[in-house]
């Protein structure tokens, strides 16, 4: 072979070797490019995640305090009804005493403290122990 095909040979090889570097250059710059995006994209779901977990603690946290602040309106209001119901039976001593006293006829028996009837929507309700009360994550 005459030296001037060689020399052609030899720099059609050089020419596709430059070209397979160039297409492995354009190749890396998009996969570098790829990278970069996936990589924003990763950081702006992990600050979204990031936001969203502080509302939830938030929220958590809120409903924690208006699930302590019902129990204790529900005690509040146990303990009210308690001294209510002390309050009427004292009453009705007094009152059943001064009518023996003034020899009225008693208009109550023995057991003039009636147990109250159960309301039927309130059957399933039961009284919550003071300091007894859970949150439960689901």
Do not use: F, P, Y
């Given at each position: 072979m005459a030296p001037s095909v060689l020399r052609t040979r030899?720099?059609?090889?050089?020419?596709?070797?430059?070209?397979?570097?160039?297409?492995?250059?354009?190749?890396?710059?998009?996969?570098?490019?790829?990278?970069?995006?996936?990589?924003?994209?990763?950081?702006?779901?992990?600050?979204?995640?990031?936001?969203?977990?502080?509302?939830l603690e938030a929220s958590h946290m809120t409903i924690a305090g208006?699930?302590?602040?019902?129990?204790?309106?529900?005690?509040?209001?146990h303990i009210i009804i308690e001294a209510l119901v002390e309050e009427k039976a004292s009453l009705l001593q007094t009152v059943h005493g001064l009518q023996e006293e003034n020899g009225a006829p008693a208009p109550f028996d023995d057991e003039w403290e009636e147990e109250l009837e159960e309301d039927p929507e309130e059957e399933g309700i039961e009284d919550i122990p003071i300091g007894e009360a859970e949150i439960v994550d689901e």
């Open positions: 030899a720099a059609a090889v050089l020419r596709m070797k430059q070209i397979a570097l160039d297409n492995q250059s354009r190749m890396i710059r998009r996969l570098r490019a790829k990278l970069a995006t996936e990589r924003r994209e990763s950081a702006a779901t992990k600050k979204e995640h990031e936001t969203n977990l502080v509302a208006l699930t302590e602040i019902g129990l204790d309106t529900i005690q509040e209001q």
